[in-house]
C-alpha cells in the first residue's frame, strides 16, 4: 500500500510543478515591440515582437498610416501576417515613389506603436534571360556530349564496389582463419 501512495504523491506532484511551470510562459502581455522599415521597392515591412524579446505565437491587428511626398496620405490600412515568418506583417505597393513617413499601431490588448522614414522607389525588375540554344555536340559520338554520356561513370562506380567488397571478402576470410 505505500508503494501505491509514493507512485500517487508522485504524480501529483509531477502535475503541480508542470501547471505551475506552463502559466507564466505562456502568458504575454504589454506592449509589442514594433521594427519598421521599407522593402526596398514600395512596401513596408513591419517586425513584431512582444516586449519580453519573445517572437509573436499569435496574428495581432496593426495599422499603417503615412504621410507621403506633396502631402499625400495612407491609410488606415489593416496590415495582415506575411508568410515570411512569424510576426512578420507586409503591406505590399502602397507607396508611390518619394520620401514617406509612416506610422503602424496595434490595439490592446497588446498596445504599440511606431514610426519610421521610408525612402519607396520603384520596383525593379530583373533583366529577361537571354535566349540559350540547345544543341549536341557534333564532333562527338552519336552527339552525347563530352564522356559519352552517364554509363561510364555508372560503370565505374561499379567496379569500384565490386573492388571494395572483394577485398572486405578477403580480408574477413584470413580473420576467421
Do not use: C
Not at 506552463?22 to 512582444?50: C, F, N, S
Not at 516586449?51 to 489593416?78: A, Y
Amino acid at each position: 500500500m505505500t508503494r501505491i501512495r509514493a507512485v500517487v504523491t508522485a504524480v501529483l506532484v509531477g502535475l503541480v510543478l508542470a501547471l505551475l511551470s506552463t502559466g507564466p510562459a505562456a502568458a504575454h502581455g504589454g506592449k509589442l515591440k514594433l521594427e519598421v522599415a521599407g522593402d526596398g521597392a514600395e512596401g513596408v515591412t513591419i517586425q513584431a515582437t512582444y516586449g519580453d524579446g519573445h517572437r509573436l505565437d499569435k496574428p495581432v491587428r496593426l495599422v499603417l498610416t503615412g504621410t507621403g511626398p506633396d502631402g499625400q496620405k495612407l491609410g488606415p490600412l489593416q496590415l495582415e501576417p506575411a508568410p515570411e515568418g512569424q510576426g512578420f506583417y507586409s503591406s505590399g505597393p502602397v507607396l508611390s515613389p518619394g520620401r514617406w513617413r509612416v506610422t503602424v499601431t496595434a490595439p490592446a490588448p497588446n498596445p504599440g506603436k511606431a514610426a519610421a522614414e521610408i525612402q519607396a522607389t520603384v520596383a525593379q525588375t530583373a533583366p529577361a534571360p537571354a535566349p540559350v540554344a540547345m544543341t549536341a555536340a557534333a564532333d562527338t559520338p552519336r552527339g552525347r556530349g563530352v564522356g559519352g554520356g552517364w554509363w561510364p561513370i555508372a560503370a565505374a562506380g561499379l567496379v569500384l564496389t565490386a573492388a571494395a567488397m572483394g577485398v572486405a571478402m578477403l580480408f574477413g576470410r584470413r580473420r576467421a582463419s
